[in-house]
């Protein structure tokens, strides 16, 4: 059973703050790693994708990868209220396995 | 298509009746995903295609679960003699290279 797990919170950051978010795996023959936005009522959005150790940076969105450690984490920096939702860390095992955490809700206050 | 397209949104349906999902993917993408969300609940994975193969069916819950593939595109989720349980939204994906992308989703209440 490939498992993902995530700290549900909710995580509570002020606006302007970094949010880290974090997530771990079971597989270690895991090969590609996810992040995914998603707001209340909607659906899964992709923001950020990472495949290789190290970090990865999108705009206010930095991804690392630490494959020894089989852990992932996604950095927030300059939280906005606007990005309040449930972050999900999803990983790619063999060629189509696609496992998802239960995710983490992330709040943002003014 | 542009996007990934459900039908239809919000079904509603007395416990007992059949139910058929539907899911138009990203045209060229050959690959699908099936996943079911129950309330406040994390994705569960239900069935992969690759082209019109299932080789990965190993999340369907029960054999009242079903579903195919036709042309290589659309895709329907059926589930026979739905029960209460079974109320959850129906998220298909298209992925590409591992990165999916979602429809909106299929909202299924039974009551």
């Known amino acids: 059973q490939k498992e993902v797990e995530q700290n549900s919170g909710p995580l509570s950051v002020p606006e302007g703050a970094i949010a880290s978010l974090n997530c771990t795996y079971s597989?270690?023959?895991?090969?590609?790693f996810f992040w995914y936005r998603q707001y209340s009522g909607k659906s899964p959005e992709l923001i950020m994708s990472i495949y290789s150790n190290g970090d990865k940076e999108d705009g206010r969105f930095t991804a690392q990868l630490n494959k020894a450690s089989q852990y992932v984490s996604l950095l927030i920096r300059d939280s906005q209220p606007s990005d309040s939702a449930t972050y999900l860390c999803?990983?790619?095992?063999?060629?189509?396995?696609?496992?998802f955490g239960k995710g983490t809700m992330l709040l943002v206050s003014p | 298509g542009a996007g990934v397209s459900q039908s239809p949104s919000n079904k509603v349906t007395e416990k007992g009746k059949d139910v058929e999902l539907r899911c138009d993917p990203i045209s060229g993408h050959t690959a699908l995903y099936w996943y079911r969300q129950s309330l406040g609940q994390g994705l569960e994975f239900l069935i992969y295609?690759?082209?019109?193969?299932?080789?990965?069916k190993s999340g369907l819950p029960s054999d009242r679960f079903s579903a195919e593939r036709t042309g290589g595109s659309v895709s329907t989720l059926t589930i026979q003699r739905t029960q209460q349980e079974d109320s959850a939204v129906y998220l298909c994906a298209s992925p590409r290279g591992g990165e999916a992308f979602f429809g909106q989703g299929t909202r299924l209440t039974v009551v």
């Open positions: 597989d270690r023959g895991s090969q590609s």
């Open positions: 295609f690759q082209g019109n193969s299932a080789p990965d």
């Open positions: 999803a990983v790619l095992s063999g060629y189509s396995t696609l496992t």
